[in-house]
């Protein structure tokens, strides 16, 4: 009886384990399929989400000539300089002989032409106007050299392994390189900057006075639903370029290509890449910036407590079909903190698991700054506890 049972229980084993290696197998062989369902004419791409986590890819740290895509970097950095209060939106930029003589596509500014900076950072976004990049980054740092010394230390800040500008416009240059993955965390760092995004979605706009009218070379605002961005580049050496963001049903998803072989195969191609991740993934919305997650107590500080908010706004992006099972954990550094706080400080993490494996997290900081409290409030506070403990 004993052995029969044995017997019986080291069978069942067996074909747990192979049902267990049938189920593991054919998970394995629908995420080979989804991504062998799909193949560009890109040297190198990328599709990633608003996260930073890579959907697709070929190639997709190759180092290549970005022709106008480079401007990306540009738009960022003249954003930042407006919400940082260096330059206003209504400065004058006087147009130098550089960038008069930069050739290619632009606006064609005369030396000493005046434009507004909102006006030349629209034909910067519209229709990568070569003059425009040049004229922003010589009012800004004062010559485009400097500009361009800005925008590597940016691409350092932001961790990108396979960038580096000679220029602050893309024309060809020596040692002028960006990749598919590094364009697109630089567009996933536009999406964190409103004035960047409004301008990358204006399709038509009549410069000087309606004398001129800008058309926007990226047609998949027109084309493609969801589509609010970015950037689109040509040369003969790069070929056709294009880095995109689309919005669906909550999904935000950023499409990378770099030298497709044809005119508008870089929007066909982007758009493809997207249309498989928009049929293949969905979004989990977990929590919006700013909400209150966690409260924490404080001592020896003006307030008793303090509020942890999430830091950014988080979705996690899975396959279609696996958004159950999700669950929420909030993981604290310490249970009571001692003022003074100060606003924006990190305390905690919320972390999202499936399955028990991490999917996801967002750092958790403080709302406000919390001073310290005088003697007497502190004095008053520990008679008041001592009060509430002997009752």
Same mark, same amino acid.
């Not at 706080?341 to 499936?354: F, N, P, R, S, T």
């Given at each position: 009886?004993?052995?029969?049972?044995?017997?019986?229980?080291?069978?069942?084993?067996?074909?747990?384990?192979?049902?267990?290696?049938?189920?593991?197998?054919?998970?394995?062989?629908?995420?080979?399929?989804?991504?062998?369902?799909?193949?560009?004419?890109?040297?190198?791409?990328?599709?990633?989400?608003?996260?930073?986590?890579?959907?697709? =890819?070929?190639?997709?740290?190759?180092?290549?000539?970005?022709?106008?895509? @480079?401007?990306?970097? @540009?738009?960022?950095?003249?954003?930042?300089?407006?919400?940082?209060?260096?330059?206003?939106?209504?400065?004058?930029?006087?147009?130098?002989?550089?960038?008069?003589?930069?050739?290619?596509?632009?606006?064609?500014?005369?030396?000493?032409?005046?434009?507004?900076?909102?006006?030349?950072?629209?034909?910067?976004?519209?229709?990568?106007?070569?003059?425009?990049?040049?004229?922003?980054?010589?009012?800004?740092?004062?010559?485009?050299?400097?500009?361009?010394?800005?925008?590597?230390?940016?691409?350092?800040?932001?961790?990108?392994?396979?960038?580096?500008?000679?220029?602050?416009?893309?024309?060809?240059?020596?040692?002028?390189?960006?990749?598919?993955?590094?364009?697109?965390?630089?567009?996933? =760092?536009?999406?964190?900057?409103?004035?960047?995004?409004?301008?990358?979605?204006?399709?038509?706009?009549?410069?000087?006075?309606?004398?001129?009218?800008?058309?926007?070379?990226?047609?998949?605002?027109?084309?493609?639903?969801?589509?609010?961005?970015?950037?689109?580049?040509?040369?003969? =050496?790069?070929?056709?370029?294009?880095?995109?963001?689309?919005?669906?049903?909550?999904?935000?998803?950023?499409?990378?290509?770099?030298?497709?072989?044809?005119?508008?195969?870089?929007?066909?191609?982007?758009?493809?890449?997207?249309?498989?991740?928009?049929?293949?993934?969905?979004?989990?919305?977990?929590?919006?910036?700013?909400?209150?997650?966690?409260?924490?107590?404080? @001592?020896?500080?003006?307030?008793?407590?303090?509020?942890?908010?999430?830091?950014?706004?988080?979705?996690?992006?899975?396959?279609?079909?696996?958004?159950?099972?999700?669950?929420?954990?909030?993981?604290?550094?310490?249970?009571?903190?001692?003022?003074?706080?100060?606003?924006?400080?990190?305390?905690?993490?919320?972390?999202?698991?499936?399955?028990?494996?991490?999917?996801?997290?967002?750092?958790?900081?403080?709302?406000?700054?919390?001073?310290?409290?005088?003697?007497?409030?502190?004095?008053?506070?520990?008679?008041?506890?001592?009060?509430?403990?002997?009752?």
């Amino acid at each position: 009886m004993y052995r029969s049972r044995h017997f019986l229980l080291i069978m069942f084993l067996c074909f747990a384990l192979i049902a267990c290696s049938s189920v593991q197998l054919a998970l394995a062989q629908q995420a080979k399929a989804r991504t062998s369902a799909i193949d560009t004419s890109a040297v190198s791409a990328v599709l990633m989400d608003e996260n930073g986590t890579i959907l697709f =890819e070929k190639d997709p740290h190759k180092r290549l000539p970005p022709a106008s895509v @480079t401007k990306v970097m @540009t738009l960022l950095l003249a954003v930042e300089a407006v919400e940082q209060g260096k330059i206003k939106l209504t400065d004058e930029v006087i147009t130098s002989e550089n960038a008069w003589c930069q050739g290619g596509s632009q606006i064609w500014l005369e030396p000493g032409e005046k434009m507004t900076v909102q006006e030349i950072l629209t034909a910067i976004a519209v229709v990568s106007a070569n003059d425009a990049a040049v004229a922003i980054m010589e009012h800004i740092y004062g010559s485009e050299q400097a500009g361009v010394d800005a925008m590597n230390k940016r691409a350092e800040s932001l961790g990108l392994a396979n960038t580096h500008f000679a220029n602050v416009n893309g024309l060809p240059a020596t040692d002028h390189y960006m990749s598919a993955y590094d364009t697109a965390l630089i567009a996933k =760092e536009a999406l964190n900057h409103p004035l960047y995004m409004e301008l990358v979605g204006i399709k038509e706009h009549w410069l000087r006075n309606g004398k001129n009218w800008l058309v926007n070379t990226n047609k998949l605002l027109w084309w493609y639903p969801g589509a609010d961005g970015l950037k689109t580049g040509w040369t003969e =050496e790069a070929k056709y370029c294009f880095v995109g963001t689309a919005k669906r049903d909550g999904l935000r998803l950023i499409s990378a290509v770099f030298a497709t072989p044809d005119p508008r195969s870089h929007l066909r191609e982007s758009m493809k890449l997207m249309d498989w991740g928009f049929a293949n993934f969905s979004a989990a919305h977990i929590v919006d910036k700013g909400i209150v997650v966690e409260r924490l107590k404080v @001592t020896k500080g003006e307030e008793k407590e303090l509020q942890l908010v999430a830091k950014e706004k988080l979705s996690i992006v899975l396959p279609k079909g696996q958004q159950k099972n999700l669950q929420k954990r909030v993981v604290t550094d310490k249970n009571i903190v001692s003022a003074p706080v100060q606003a924006g400080e990190k305390y905690g993490e919320l972390v999202v698991l499936k399955d028990g494996k991490e999917v996801g997290k967002v750092d958790l900081v403080t709302d406000r700054s919390i001073p310290k409290a005088g003697f007497l409030k502190i004095l008053q506070t520990m008679i008041t506890n001592l009060f509430s403990v002997s009752r």
